[in-house]
């Protein structure tokens, strides 16, 4: 079993709220992605990081923001939820050095489902 | 284009039957390939890495063809248990702009059948 851990589970919220959804990983990963995906659609990457204090955008025009302060924590944030955030989101972590390095698998959390009335 | 592009599907077999599935990705510099898993309402797995010499686990064989860009999946002797969500998964892990992101297709559906 993969040693990454998404909260919550389940998460009904009204809009406009603010939310976080946490992912953690004690497997030491230095690389750390968040997908987000519908019901039987495809995986979205919204943002990842290389390591501590380095982010980046993904290819889904997302309202979130994301922060990577300690190695094993990537939380991500919607500073006003609305309906159209409604969705699973899905945090991914592997360890790999590039350059010739062999890269490892990515190991997912549960899922975070969003629901935003 | 997108990035990662998978047949559509989805595929409906019989048990023993065998199965390909095809991807072709558009970033000649992607460097690392996998096939993963994922059934209903569950998180993706790692079903296997793809190598560029091909490699087999059981019943499962990935090919790589880096001149096409293309990766492949067989499955031989279809079970029960196979059916889910196929996704083919690119990495670009050699610098440039996508340096460590990981890119996946739209997913192929399997459905095998007694």
């Known amino acids: 079993e993969a040693d990454i851990y998404q909260t919550p589970r389940y998460l009904v919220i009204g809009t406009g709220k603010k939310i976080t959804l946490e992912c953690s990983q004690t497997?030491?990963?230095?690389?750390m992605y968040w997908y987000q995906q519908d019901p039987g659609m495809e995986l979205h990457l919204i943002h990842y990081s290389y390591g501590v204090n380095s982010t980046e955008k993904g290819d889904l025009s997302s309202e979130s923001t994301v922060s990577r302060i300690r190695t094993e924590h990537f939380p991500l944030t919607l500073e006003s939820a609305r309906p159209s955030h409604t969705s699973q989101y899905l945090c991914a972590s592997r360890r790999g050095t590039g350059n010739g390095v062999s890269v490892k698998e990515a190991f997912f959390g549960q899922g975070t489902r969003l629901t935003v009335v | 284009r997108k990035e990662v592009e998978q047949d559509p599907g989805p595929f409906n077999v019989p048990e023993g039957a065998t199965v390909a599935f095809n991807c072709t990705y558009s970033?000649?510099?992607?460097?690392?390939f996998f096939w993963y898993r994922q059934d209903c309402r569950k998180e993706p797995k790692l079903l296997m890495s793809v190598y560029s010499s091909g490699n087999e686990d059981g019943r499962f064989t990935a090919q790589l063809n880096r001149a096409s860009q293309y990766i492949s999946l067989l499955i031989r002797d279809s079970k029960l248990s196979d059916s889910a969500t196929y996704l083919c998964?690119?990495?670009?892990?050699?610098?440039?702009?996508?340096?460590?992101?990981?890119?996946f297709g739209q997913g192929t559906i399997l459905t095998v059948h007694p």
């Open positions: 970033n000649s510099a992607s460097q690392s």
């Open positions: 497997m030491g990963h230095d690389k």
């Open positions: 998964v690119v990495n670009q892990n050699a610098g440039g702009t996508s340096y460590g992101k990981l890119t």
